[in-house]
């Protein structure tokens, strides 16, 4: 009997447990003993283990986040963390790890993998921003959250005739925003794609009140940066994700709003509920395609890869491949949402 280890890392998302269950279930055909590793490559370097059978994952399917815990540990920032994780999978007779996460998990697989180490990939981000697979797990989840609340935001928008300003998770890449700010019918979408100014942000919402629409939503990505727009002159201190910290480009776009539109705004900075819920069906069926993609691939002895999805097809990739860049909204997807806002084209 082969033993495989299973570990999340990266920020939580929906899917992740189904996941985990699909590569159970997945490996009992090959009569892999599935290790479940606590906290992302943390548990690895101190073998903080679960050992998962048929119980372990029942019910799990529909819940949020992930059983396992995750960490945004990064297994080759110290030498001897490496050493601990080799060590540990050759005195515990690992055959190989199936590896969770969104682009800096994945990156440390890749760096991993080309050390020797026998794993495959499963991307998942509510950001949507891996390169090669079309979409990921979480995000359909993620907006349907997202348009849930922007449909909130509307009524009581309407109600107080107030610009709505809502910001929106993504880090540097603008898929949330755009999609959900598609389905919830935003008046503004603003992403770190496109460059755009305030002046012409102030234009569009001047309009719509002079045409009698007396409220607006505007949808801003918190990749955003602020300074492009010439509105701060003095550095902002930014985090770990390069985001504005403790600012939120959605403040300081409301606060700029108002003062120079003079109509009243309000902000809602969505945040962590973004991430959490149950995951949609949509989700739960991807996430299940890829735990059981990645079990395929383990037992097929092809490693260094990560599983995708393709047009209706999961097929793998070389995990050089996916982490190399950042996916990105791209020209055509982002027109076709200003389309339906403003006639552009
Ligand atoms: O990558 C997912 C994500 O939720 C981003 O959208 C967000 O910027 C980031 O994680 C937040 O990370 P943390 O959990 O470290 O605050």
Redesign the pocket.
């Known amino acids: 009997m082969k033993t495989i280890g299973v570990l999340t890392g990266?920020?939580d998302c929906p899917g992740m447990n189904a996941v985990i269950r699909a590569v159970l279930r997945g490996g009992i055909k090959y009569d892999f003993e599935t290790l479940g590793i606590r906290n992302g490559w943390q548990g690895l370097i101190d073998w903080d283990i679960q050992p998962l059978d048929d119980s372990s994952v029942a019910g799990i399917l529909s819940k949020g986040g992930t059983i396992l815990g995750t960490s945004?540990t990064n297994p080759l920032k110290n030498t001897s963390d490496f050493e601990k994780i080799k060590t540990n999978i050759k005195k515990y007779e690992l055959f190989a790890l199936i590896v969770v996460g969104?682009n800096g998990t994945l990156s440390a697989a890749r760096d991993v993998a080309k050390q020797g180490i026998p794993l495959v990939g499963v991307p998942k981000?509510?950001?949507n921003d891996i390169c090669g697979t079309d979409v990921t797990f979480g995000f359909d989840t993620a907006i349907t959250t997202i348009t849930d609340a922007i449909d909130h935001l509307r009524t009581t928008a309407e109600s107080h005739h107030r610009i709505m300003v809502v910001e929106i998770?993504?880090?540097n890449a603008g898929w949330l925003a755009v999609m959900a700010g598609m389905a919830g019918g935003a008046d503004e979408i603003l992403i770190p794609e496109v460059h755009f100014t305030l002046d012409e942000v102030c234009t569009k919402l001047q309009n719509r009140y002079e045409a009698g629409k007396r409220f607006s939503l505007v949808v801003i990505s918190?990749g955003v940066h602020l300074q492009d727009l010439g509105l701060l002159s003095a550095p902002i201190e930014r985090d770990d994700?390069d985001?504005e910290k403790f600012v939120g480009v959605g403040n300081i776009l409301g606060k700029e709003l108002e003062s120079r539109l003079g109509i009243e705004t309000r902000v809602t900075i969505l945040g962590y509920v973004q991430?959490g819920g149950s995951p949609t069906a949509n989700d739960r069926i991807l996430a299940t395609r890829f735990g059981v993609g990645a079990v395929e691939l383990v037992h097929a002895e092809d490693f260094g890869k990560m599983v995708a999805l393709q047009g209706n097809h999961i097929i793998n990739i070389p995990l050089e491949k996916a982490v190399n860049q950042l996916k990105t909204v791209d020209n055509d997807t982002y027109n076709l949402a200003m389309t339906v806002i403003d006639g552009r084209n």
Do not use: A, V
Request: no cysteine; aromatic share 0%; glycine share 28%.
């Open positions: 990266g920020g945004r969104g981000t509510i950001d998770m993504g880090r918190e994700n985001h991430r």
